[in-house]
């Protein structure tokens, strides 16, 4: 379905909704392909192609609303998904911060060019060329012993949104990966690790032998482990795992759990929560960013933001119903699926660079601990209290000195991002991004 016809459709939608009495209603379409290859030692386990068409219908009467989803688009279907939603919103309890955006705030203009489509979808073929070249770079690693499988993808997904408040587009998104995990090691000596690539274009995609390499490298060099003296210790987060610590600043700071009262930052709007200079930005308008998009999920004009500016919070994440009920403005920040209402999401955040290197984090550090990786998830987001099962490597003297394993890393999130140094090596590759970071005075348990 082509963007004119996912309109049409929306608007036919919109438009029996009102004639059965709605107030208001908005709809989503969101048509999706998406085509992978998994093999394992070689051999192929999986090669799937998927295409799948969803749309889903909001309508409001007065302040109840009520939310419908299908992928059938007979018509007979779409008349029983109107009528369904609009039964459900006449008897559902009122929400005072529901509804949708006053027309004079809707995005208007141009699309920006964000780049977020590439329209090459690669061959089979190619996919099982990638996946093959990825595994048979780890395995060819001295020391890997097994492989738990590379698999290599893509995906395709067109969006559309209309609402009766006259707010209508659309936008691509495409997505191409690939990903190897292999084991080093034999018996109850072994060890894992992986590595992976995730871009909007094929052509910005890691080569595939340079990740299996990777892969493999990381295995071999985890065999060994020793477990750590429990003590209080500066912990340096690899990028791997420092983007888990601003994906816990946008929870806490998301307008619905403030609105609930059930954030640790709820009282912290305009105070220093890091230190001077640390700045986080949303970038909703990053040119391939992974979660760039042009407007948001209500319609409103989105742009980028620093939420952490000279380490003082500016402001919550909301969207409108969060933004209502804190007597605040959105920030444009709605995200959505076909099945439920809007809700509050960041894009592309990420932690400004600072201007040590990584190595000049670790330098000073007579012993600490050098965090890979993160099992578990032991946050009370009410208190801000951390605490998270870890490997990774030990450090002694400035430098890597061991791997170790079976750790714990704990701390509260609060004194942990006062106490929080960057490094300058930041690099986009998730959805949330950070550079290495050191954070002093964390308690590590180990022995």
Known sequence: ??????????????????????????????????????????????????????????????????????????????????????????????????????????????????????????????????????EDAARA????????????????????????????????ISRHGVGVSVIAGEGTGMERDYEFSSTVHGEDLDDAATVGRAAGERAVKRLNPRKASTAKAPVIYDPRVSNGLIGHLASGINGAAIARGTSFLKEAMGTKVFADGITIVDDPHRKRGLRSKPFDAEGLANASMNFIEDGVLTSWVMDLRSARQLGLESTARASRGVSGPPSPSVTNLY??????????????????FYVTELMGFGIDMITGDYSRGAAGYWIENGELAYPVSEMTVAGNLKEMFVNLTPANNLEFKYGSNAPTIRIDGMTVAGE
């Open 141 to 172: 690693v001295s020391g890997v012993t097994n492989s738990e499988g590379a698999e290599a993808s893509w995906s395709s997904n067109a969006v559309m949104l209309a609402a009766s408040n006259g707010f209508s587009g659309g936008y691509r």
């Open 351 to 368: 932690m400004a660079p600072g201007a040590a290197t990584p190595e000049d984090l670790m330098a000073d550090i007579k012993s600490g």
């Open 1 to 134: 379905m082509n963007g004119d016809d996912a309109r049409s459709l929306l608007d036919d939608l919109l438009s029996r909704a009102k004639k059965l009495g709605a107030d208001a209603a908005d709809a989503l379409v969101v048509n999706s392909t998406s085509l992978s290859h998994a093999e394992r030692l070689g051999k192929t386990e999986r090669l799937e192609r998927s295409e799948s068409r969803d749309l889903g219908l909001r309508v409001f009467f007065g302040k109840q609303q009520a939310v419908v989803s299908s992928n059938d688009w007979d018509a007979d279907t779409l008349d029983e998904l109107v009528n369904r939603a609009v039964a459900m919103a006449k008897v559902v309890p009122e929400d005072p911060y529901c509804g949708l955006a006053d027309p004079d705030a809707l995005f208007t203009g141009e699309i920006p060019d964000l780049d977020t489509f590439d329209p090459v979808e690669p061959a089979a073929e190619a996919l099982i060329d990638y996946a093959k070249a990825a």
